[in-house]
């Protein structure tokens, strides 16, 4: 979702940008770009979607990937109310691209875009894969691509395509805060390391608890950003209110940050987390070494994503079932060492693409055929 928001929110920069300006870079014309966003029926982009004031429709589908015989008649009946439902939006808004970076809810759409009688020209279709490794969803996509995009080369061996490497796009503005104003804006001291963790938007339980019961030793040496989720931030709450004085002040726990995960990630000398696609791109684009817990519970992306940057020397990997045992030793090896930080930290960095959204807005912009105006489909 967010590598879709970014390349969107690049497109409408760059108008904005124009007018204000009366330039014309080399990759814009003069044409208008019309966004419509198409989502699934109460999927949890339809806030943030809204919150940017993108025209949102929600279709509906479902998984049949590994799902079970008892739920795959009503899961293929929701695909053909989507493949129904985006012929209609097809009709109705006749787009001239759509831009798709994965999931099940892109497939009826794509499918419906290449039905040969739909009553309306047929769109072309820009694919951005953000993992390395491309799930189900993703390769049936790629099959009705017309150009395909990703974060980095080791993709392309998944693809009988030629596909770009663009990069991971990131958040416009994500990188703009300077570690003196991230730090006030979190109310960290300058004067200790500061160990950043990501549960995720909703919580990833097992990472959490790991690190609330090593958090008295962790506050002994350094201070803790804890992004923990929704779901755990009752117990994480009540872990605050327990801990002494001292401690407690070293403690700064969030359910989530919207704006601010940009100045977290900037103050931060290491950062802990799963190992979504987010991490090819962010992490990079911070120069922040990572120890990553690849989620153990799903299929093998985050695994794939864990052991490309840990190849590279920029993370290490600390398995689910490990957590116990090894989570404070790496942590505590990692923040005494600061020579094998600045190594990573190094390797990080050279793995960022900081132009990866205006490259995939560039390609967006070229499918487009219509010469006045850019109508865009998109879903993250």
């Given at each position: 979702?967010y ?6 929110k690049?497109?409408?920069s760059d108008?904005e940008r ?16 019309e966004?419509?966003?198409?989502g ?5 982009e339809t806030?943030?979607v ?13 998984g049949v ?17 989507g ?5 209609r ?7 001239e691209?759509?831009?798709f ?5 892109a ?5 419906a ?17 953000p993992?390395?490794e ?7 996509l ?7 995009t990703?974060?980095v080369?080791d993709?392309?061996?998944y ?7 663009t990069?991971?796009?990131?958040r416009?503005?994500?990188g ?13 001291r300058t ?13 990833a339980?097992s990472?959490?608890?790991a690190?609330?019961d ?28 327990v801990l002494p004085p001292?401690?407690?002040a070293?403690y700064?726990?969030y359910p ?6 940009g100045?977290?990630?900037s103050?931060a000398d290491l950062?802990?987390?799963r ?7 962010e992490?990079p684009l ?7 817990v690849?989620y153990p ?23 689910d079932?490990?957590?116990?045992m ?5 942590i505590?090896s990692?923040m ?6 600045e190594?990573?930290r ?29 109508k865009?489909?998109?879903h993250?």
């Amino acid at each position: 979702m967010y590598p879709a928001l970014s390349v969107l929110k690049r497109l409408s920069s760059d108008e904005e940008r124009r007018m204000e300006e009366d330039i014309r870079p080399s990759y814009i014309d003069n044409r208008h770009t019309e966004i419509l966003w198409v989502g699934r029926e109460g999927g949890m982009e339809t806030d943030l979607v809204k919150r940017e004031d993108v025209p949102f429709v929600a279709i509906p589908a479902a998984g049949v990937h590994g799902v079970g015989w008892r739920a795959m008649p009503g899961n293929l009946l929701q695909l053909g109310r989507g493949f129904t439902a985006s012929r209609r939006i097809l009709r109705q808004f006749r787009p001239e691209v759509l831009f798709f970076t994965g999931g099940y809810v892109a497939v009826p759409m794509a499918m419906a875009a290449r039905f040969p009688r739909l009553g309306f020209r047929r769109p072309a279709i820009l694919l951005y894969v953000p993992d390395i490794e491309p799930g189900l969803a993703l390769k049936l996509l790629a099959r009705f691509a017309d150009r395909i995009t990703v974060t980095v080369e080791d993709s392309r061996a998944y693809f009988s395509k030629h596909a770009t490497v663009t990069g991971y796009p990131t958040r416009q503005g994500l990188g703009a805060w300077g570690l003196e104003q991230a730090r006030q804006t979190l109310n960290l001291r300058t004067d200790l390391p500061c160990l950043l963790v990501i549960g995720g938007s909703t919580g990833a339980r097992s990472l959490n608890k790991a690190l609330l019961d090593i958090l008295p030793d962790l506050l002994s040496e350094m201070q803790v950003v804890h992004l923990s989720g929704r779901l755990d931030w009752s117990e994480v709450e009540n872990a605050h209110k327990v801990l002494p004085p001292e401690k407690a002040a070293r403690y700064h726990p969030y359910p989530y940050l919207h704006e601010e995960i940009g100045a977290a990630l900037s103050a931060a000398d290491l950062v802990i987390s799963r190992a979504g696609a987010s991490t090819l791109g962010e992490y990079p684009l911070f120069a922040l070494p990572a120890i990553l817990v690849p989620y153990p519970y799903a299929w093998r992306y985050q695994q794939t994503n864990a052991r490309y940057l840990e190849r590279r020397g920029s993370a290490i990997i600390v398995e689910d079932s490990e957590l116990p045992m090894k989570l404070l030793p790496t942590i505590q090896s990692l923040m005494r060492d600061k020579g094998r930080r600045e190594q990573m930290r190094q390797a990080m960095q050279g793995l960022n693409h900081p132009q990866a959204a205006e490259s995939i807005a560039i390609i967006l912009k070229r499918l487009a055929t219509t010469p006045q105006q850019t109508k865009a489909v998109i879903h993250g």
